[in-house]
């Protein structure tokens, strides 16, 4: 009977193992992303807009990136255009739909809805306005 533990005992061993279990899953987390990235990291690669996949995925040599990144600039002033002309109707349909909504709402859900709105992340700055997307720094 001398091997008893105390109920004390008991609750600091069992929150030491519940520890345990949190540090070694987090670990064992944080090897398994890198095992799935192949350990590699793409600090020198810069992102190309509209390529799937993260800076590097596609192994592209430096004339690729500059030629991919010409390509993405040639097209941005079509693409801003078009973003330009139709967010405000976009915009216009988003707010009819609000005002319908809330004509629905009680008061405690339209302030509901405000809080959630507050904790919205904001746009960020110049967005939809020119220049919506500036352009990338040259590579290096």
């Keep these: 009977m ?9 609750r ?3 929150a030491l193992l519940l520890l345990a279990t949190f540090v070694l899953g987090a670990l064992f987390g944080a090897g398994l992303a890198r095992w799935e990235h192949g350990g590699r ?3 020198h690669h810069r992102p190309i807009p509209f390529l799937p996949g993260p800076p590097g995925a596609l192994e592209l040599t430096a004339a690729q990136e500059v030629k991919a990144h010409e390509i993405t600039e040639r097209y941005r002033p079509q693409l801003e255009q078009v973003l330009h002309e139709t967010f405000p109707k976009v915009q216009a349909i988003n707010d009819q739909m609000e005002r319908e909504l809330r004509a629905i709402l009680t008061p405690e859900q339209a302030k509901r809805l405000d809080e959630m709105k507050a904790l919205r992340p904001p746009m960020p700055p110049g967005f939809m306005h020119p220049p919506a997307f500036p352009p990338l720094p040259p590579p290096p």
């Design 2 to 10: 001398a091997n008893e533990r105390s109920p004390r005992q008991i």
């Design 41 to 43: 990291q793409y600090p």
């Design 12 to 14: 600091l061993l069992t």
